[in-house]
């Protein structure tokens, strides 16, 4: 029991009369037995006058069944704490109440009550005016079309939403209570939406794109902008997800047309590519197969129009043209048989044992000649390898003639070819290096293509078939075999052959 | 009347074929100049301003069809002066565009044409 001061009654008196709060004692029959000044000058009655009226003709009528009920409680010895009501005063204001109500009982039986109420008609007010302004606010947020969400930056407790979020989610009010935020988003997302959540609360403001979780499992791209507010010294986390489902099917329809058109592109140019390359080689082709046929019949023409009667040595001239492009010719449609053959599949293979290293020399051998006349220096090193093969020694010679007449044709005077040959494997490896005119990069990629010859090459030589390497390249192909080769402009070019033991 | 010598520049990579060119053309008494390549060609054109210019199309390094343009742009007396190309080909796309839009140009397939039609259709454009 807390400490009472003693004092006389007439000063507990005067305290209860002049206390701020209404006090009124009512007897059993509800009449009023005694009421205060603050009582009598808020409802505006005089002293004279509470002594005839009972509790119900201050209780407002929507109240005065709860009332009879509580008197009936308070009557038994029961003491009510917090009880809200209104009165109504003598002029007819609605006054609201906050009380306690206290029973005195003697010998089990009820004397009277004592009720201390307050004013707070003032605050029912405010509280009231809060309670439309929440309502209102809440109207304002379900009526987005998008999740909005409030939660506790510190305790990340969901404390506000809309009716969007339990409408997309499926969760019930009572289930989104006890969420975490990141909850209801997908696991695969889980690690991003976090590390939002950190940021937004240094950074104030964040956007993310994450995927959102439903209860019965769907996952829907949103996109979630959220603030970090602090209110009344409170961190709390307000913002707003937007589906972009939509969005990113519209995405999804864009990548997926410019892909299609991507295709498309690259067909065309697939068959620009084609066609040029068949114009190039129609060009190719007839250039090659017409220059010694026009100059064969030119200088007949010129014979035949009497240019070269009165010189003979000029008629000898004239005639050793027509020889040696007759010559030129021979060889260009041996070139073109060999292709065909090889083209056609009938080029017939015989194979048998062939030692690499004496065929290379033998070849080397025959090409003395024109080595001596040129004064190239001719290195050659051979590993201590065994160089027998299976293979159609045909092919084999096709090959090496050709590349070893290439290094020496495309040599100047005083050059060198180098050649070189090692057992890697399985496979032959011969390595043709000379230090002539070489081929230009931007030509590079097309010296194996029938009838192409390199700018620089028919500069130096205008005679060649434009076939060499070309057909090289298919029979060591088709010995499943590779070429390839180093070159610069200049700096000459070395190739390389790898030829399998077994072919 | 007093017949002025005429000058043509032969330009072609085959020398067997320049030869036959330059010779025949020599015999029919032309004064003539030649070239092996296109670069050369433009450098001969400019310098020797010849009367006629039988270019061949194709050529490494700057081929024909490069030569005229060029020459074409270079100056008035380069966008007029005939050029005859060579080709192996029947004319293509390019070779018409190039006729059609560089002065006055015309062309003629190497092996269907014989050395004296060559001379007559020389001295038909100069006339």
Redesign the interface.
């Known amino acids: 029991m807390s400490f009472i001061p003693a004092a006389g009654i007439e000063e507990y008196q005067d305290i209860i009369e002049n206390a701020n709060d209404l006090i009124q004692s009512v007897d059993e029959n509800g009449r009023f037995l005694y009421v205060n000044k603050k009582w009598r000058d808020v409802l505006g009655y005089t002293d004279e006058e509470t002594r005839r009226m009972a509790f119900p003709d201050i209780v407002h009528q929507n109240h005065l069944q709860a009332c009879f009920a509580l008197f009936a409680e308070l009557k038994k010895g029961k003491s009510l704490d917090n009880v809200r009501t209104q009165f109504v005063a003598k002029n007819g204001r609605v006054i609201d109440v906050d009380g306690n109500i206290s029973v005195r009982m003697k010998d089990g039986n009820f004397l009277s009550t004592w009720g201390i109420f307050r004013d707070v008609t003032e605050r029912r007010k405010v509280e009231n005016k809060l309670q439309e302004e929440q309502q209102f606010s809440q109207a304002l947020i379900d009526s987005l079309p998008s999740i909005f969400y409030v939660f506790d930056g510190v305790t990340s407790r969901m404390l506000r939403w809309n009716k969007n979020m339990e409408y997309i989610f499926g969760y019930s009010n009572e289930e989104t209570a006890k969420m975490s935020p990141l909850d209801f988003f997908d696991e695969k997302d889980r690690e991003t939406t976090k590390e939002a959540i950190r940021q937004v609360l240094t950074k104030r403001k964040i956007t993310v794109e994450a995927r959102i979780r439903t209860k019965d499992g769907r996952t829907i791209p949103h996109f979630f902008s959220a603030v970090h507010s602090r209110i009344a010294g409170k961190d709390y986390i307000v913002g707003l997800g937007i589906d972009i489902t939509d969005f990113r099917k519209q995405e999804e329809e864009l990548a997926r047309a410019n892909a299609v058109l991507k295709i498309r592109d690259e067909q065309i140019a697939k068959e620009h590519e084609l066609n040029r390359a068949k ?1 190039e080689f ?2 190719l082709a ?2 090659q197969l ?2 010694p ?3 064969i ?3 007949a ?2 014979l035949n ?1 009497g ?1 070269a009667d009165n010189v003979l040595k ?1 008629q000898q001239e004239y005639i050793g ?1 027509i020889y040696s ?1 007759t010559e030129r010719m021979i060889e260009l449609v041996d070139s073109l048989l060999n292709v065909s053959r090889l083209e056609l599949g009938v080029f017939a293979v015989k194979k048998e044992s062939v030692d690499l290293k004496n065929k290379i020399e033998a070849i080397l051998f025959n090409f003395e000649p024109k080595i001596k006349e040129k004064n190239l220096k001719l290195l050659q090193s051979y590993s201590n390898d065994n160089f027998i093969i299976s293979a159609d020694l045909k092919m084999i010679q096709i090959i090496f003639e050709n590349m070893i007449f290439n290094a020496i044709k495309y040599t100047p005077d005083g050059g060198t070819i180098n050649v070189k040959m090692r057992k890697k494997e399985n496979e032959i490896l011969i390595e043709i290096a000379d230090t002539g005119i070489g081929i230009p990069e931007n030509q590079q990629s097309k010296i194996f293509t029938k009838f192409f010859r ?3 090459a ?2 130096y030589k ?1 005679d060649g078939t434009g076939l060499g390497l070309y057909i090289v390249k298919t029979i060591v192909e088709k010995m499943d075999g590779k070429i390839w080769f180093e070159s610069a402009e200049n700096k000459g070019a070395t190739f390389y052959v790898a030829i399998p033991i077994e072919s | 009347m007093s017949k002025q010598i005429k000058k043509i520049l032969v330009v072609e ?5 320049r ?3 330059a ?2 053309l020599e ?1 029919e008494e032309f004064k003539v100049f030649q070239a ?2 296109g670069e050369e060609g433009l450098g001969e054109a400019l310098a020797r301003r010849p009367d006629l210019i039988i270019l061949d199309i ?1 050529m ?2 700057m081929d024909g069809m490069e030569m005229m343009k060029k020459l074409r742009r270079q100056n008035a007396w380069g966008h007029d002066v005939p050029i005859i190309l060579l080709t ?2 029947s004319a ?1 796309d390019e070779i018409m565009r190039g006729i059609v839009e560089n002065g006055p140009s015309y062309y003629l397939v ?2 269907d044409w ?3 039609d060559v001379i007559k259709k020389v001295r038909e454009i100069l006339k």
């Open positions: 114009s129609v060009s007839s250039h017409k220059t046929l026009t100059i019949k030119w200088y023409d010129m129009a240019y000029k043209k492009n390199a700018d620089n028919s500069s205008a | 990579d085959e020398s067997d074929m030869q036959a060119l010779e025949s015999y092996a390549n194709v490494p390094e192996n080909l293509n190497k092996s014989k050395i004296p």
